[in-house]
Structures are given as C-alpha cells and as structure tokens.
C-alpha cells in the first residue's frame, strides 16, 4: 500500500492535468464555433444588405430615367413611363422579398434607416407615375432619396463595424459645358 501512496500524487496530478486539458480544449472549440457562427451571420447580413440596396437602388434608377424624360432630372438615358412600368413592377416585385430578409437578419437601426430610404424611393416613383415636371420638387425628392441612402450604409457599416465609406456624392459635370476659349 505504501507504494501506491507514494505514486498517489503523481496519479492525481496526472488526472488534474487532464480535465484541465479537457476543460481548454472544451471551452476553445466552443469560443471557435461562437467566432464562426458570428463570422457567417455577419456575411449573412451583409449580403442581405447588399441585395436590399441593390433593390432600391433599381426604382431609383428607373425614376432618374423617366424624370429625364419628362425634363426634370439630367440622366443621360431617358426613359418614358409606358416603357417603365414593367421595370417600376420588377423592380418591386424584387424589393419585396429582399424587405423581408432585412427585417429577419437586420438590426433595428438598419431596417429604420432602410424605411427612409425606400419611403424616399417609392415617393420618387409616385412623382414620375403623376407625370410631374416640377424641377424643385423632383430636386427635394433626390435630396431625401441620397440622404436616406446615405444613413443607410451607415447604419450598415455601424452593425457590421466596418470602416466609414465613402458618401457617394460627387457632383457631376454641367449639362452643357462651355469649351475653353482658344
């Protein structure tokens, strides 16, 4: 018995050194699997994001084209309504689902922010299906549409913590420049 008093010790810290073991490697796999499943659903919401903006980014082009047909809005492609309608409709029809995605993965402040922007969006298309041609009016509409879009991806940027991008504002060249002078 004395013999396996004096190896008892050695028996015990053996032991001791394996659920120690047991216990690190347990609670990394866990800390692993935990930056995992955060890494995949910050995709996850980024792509969610991506295509929600996508979406409304497709009636607001749509609205430019058919502005610049009724004379309101520079964009160099003008589109007329009766030639819209099929794309205004597509273009909803893809928001719809993507709208729901957001709401599931999205934060409260991004889906907020994602409400003022397609509210902006969707006011733009009323203003070109009325046939308006009131520069001012369309000019308050682009304003409140880059706005929103503009706290949108920084509230994206806010949940996701990525680093601030740019505001996508720059201006554009007049309608007519004047050559140089020679």
């Known amino acids: 018995m004395s013999a ?6 050695a028996l015990i810290g053996v032991v001791i050194g394996a659920l120690g073991s047991y216990v690190v490697v347990v609670r990394g796999d866990r800390m692993r699997f935990r930056r995992e499943q955060a890494a995949r659903w910050e995709e996850r919401r980024l ?3 991506a295509d929600y903006a996508q979406s409304v980014k497709k009636t607001v ?4 084209r058919v502005a610049a047909a009724a004379g309101v809005d520079p964009h160099p492609d003008p589109l007329s309504l009766a030639e819209a309608q099929p794309l205004l409709a597509e273009a909803t029809t893809a928001r719809d689902p993507s709208g729901e995605a957001l709401i599931m993965l999205g934060s409260r402040t991004v889906v907020e922010k994602a409400r003022v922007w397609v509210v902006a969006a969707m006011e733009m298309e009323r203003f ?3 046939g308006r041609d009131d520069r001012d009016a369309w000019q308050a509409l682009l304003e409140r549409q880059r706005a929103g879009r503009e706290a949108y991806y920084a509230a994206v940027g806010d949940d996701l913590g990525l680093p601030p991008g740019h505001s996508a504002r720059w201006p554009l060249p007049a309608e007519n420049p004047v050559p140089p002078q020679r």
Do not use: G, K
């Not at 396996?4 to 010790?9: A, D, R, V």
């Not at 082009?61 to 430019?64: A, L, M, R």
């Open 61 to 64: 082009t749509v609205t430019y």
């Open 4 to 9: 396996f008093i004096q190896q008892l010790p």
């Open 47 to 49: 792509t969610v994001y």
């Open 128 to 130: 070109v299906r009325e």
